[in-house]
């Protein structure tokens, strides 16, 4: 089964425009975990957030996490063509248990 | 390289024949996780290894659906008796479990395509 749930499914934007996808989550998560998927390849961790975090940086990312609504963005400034692909966020429910995914939000940059 | 290799990455077949894929973990880790992904959909847990120990099942895995991992290195997935539901993309990921799951190391999939 998969717990979290993104919105929008579909992002479209023009480079250089900022691009925010949301994840909602069902249970008490220990951390969350976003990763991005270009199209017919592999995931590729982005950045993991703790239950005790509320905001996370890295580069042109922030993460933020709201653990009373259950819920974390993942913000990319300053889009670039390149930032085209699949994110997707991965919760894990407790200290050992493996990450469960979402259906994504698939993003096109356009240049 | 050093990441985290599969083979092969795509394979077409026929119904009811047997497949098998293999993973090979980056060598330090001692977590090794396949996930099934279909088109537009997230990645779904199917299993995963702590060394050679077989830790966790989904129910997605059938009976049809077997996974080893001796000495806890490589691991292999394969699947018997092969129905057009099992087209999808079959990813192996990796890890150094601590105390709890962290960033997973993924490979670049292994598509399976069931004519």
């Known amino acids: 089964s998969q717990q979290g749930e993104e919105d929008p499914q579909a992002l479209s934007i023009q480079e250089g425009e900022n691009a925010t996808m949301n994840c909602s989550y069902k249970?008490?998560?220990?951390?969350l975990q976003w990763y991005r998927q270009n199209s017919g390849r592999g995931l590729v961790h982005l950045i993991l957030?703790?239950?005790?975090?509320r905001e996370k940086h890295s580069g042109r990312l922030r993460v933020t996490l709201d653990t009373s609504k259950k819920s974390s963005s993942l913000l990319i400034t300053a889009s670039r063509a390149a930032d085209t692909a699949s994110y997707f966020c991965a919760t894990v429910n407790s200290g050992n248990t493996p990450l469960v995914f979402g259906k994504g939000t698939r993003l096109s940059v356009i240049a | 390289d050093t990441g985290v290799s599969q083979d092969p990455r795509h394979k077409i077949t026929k119904r009811g024949q047997n497949v098998t894929f293999r993973c090979d973990p980056i060598s330090e880790h001692n977590r090794l996780y396949w996930y099934r992904q279909t088109l537009g959909q997230g990645p779904e847990f199917l299993t995963y290894f702590q060394n050679e120990a077989q830790l966790e099942k989904s129910r997605l895995l059938s009976d049809r659906f077997s996974a080893e991992r001796p000495k806890g290195s490589f691991s292999t997935l394969e699947i018997q008796r092969t129905e057009q539901g099992d087209s999808a993309m079959y990813l192996c990921?990796?890890?150094?479990?601590?105390?709890?799951?962290?960033?997973?190391?993924f490979g670049e999939g292994s598509r399976l395509t069931v004519l």
């Open positions: 957030i703790r239950s005790n975090e």
């Open positions: 990921a990796s890890t150094y479990q601590g105390a709890s799951t962290g960033e997973l190391f």
């Open positions: 249970t008490s998560i220990n951390n």
